[in-house]
């Protein structure tokens, strides 16, 4: 099992920043891979970035130059800075973790979200 839990979410103004955390506990030495998405009212959840145990990192198209994803092991926390932000950035983050149970498939953990409002 794993648990996330979300923070730093709130209300910036177009051209802002915004630094999300998410902690992670429990069996977080099997995590593959962990990220964000997000959600915003009436879309569907897309994937905003998120970052492999190797390293490697992928990002929406929507946020590639304003959205930083790191991770830091030691701490099981991932970070998403967010700079430059956009009134379309408004939507409710959430951390996700993946864990493989085989080659092929695993099972994938979700927190409970963060609020992010970007004001025009």
């Known amino acids: 099992q794993v648990q996330l839990v979300e923070s730093g979410g709130g209300l910036v103004q177009t051209g802002g920043s915004l630094r999300l955390s998410c902690a992670a506990s429990g069996s977080t030495l099997r995590i593959e891979t962990i990220g964000w998405y997000r959600q915003a009212p009436g879309k569907q959840r897309e994937l905003v970035a998120d970052?492999?145990?190797?390293?490697?990192?992928n990002y929406a198209d929507s946020v590639k130059g304003r959205f930083t994803i790191s991770r830091d092991s030691a701490e099981n926390a991932v970070y998403l800075q967010m700079d430059n932000m956009k009134p379309e950035d408004t939507a409710t983050y959430y951390c996700?973790?993946?864990?493989?149970?085989?080659?092929?498939?695993?099972?994938?953990?979700w927190g409970q979200g963060t609020q992010v409002t970007v004001s025009s």
């Open positions: 970052i492999k145990k190797g390293g490697s990192t």
């Open positions: 996700r973790a993946w864990v493989p149970i085989t080659p092929i498939a695993g099972q994938v953990y």
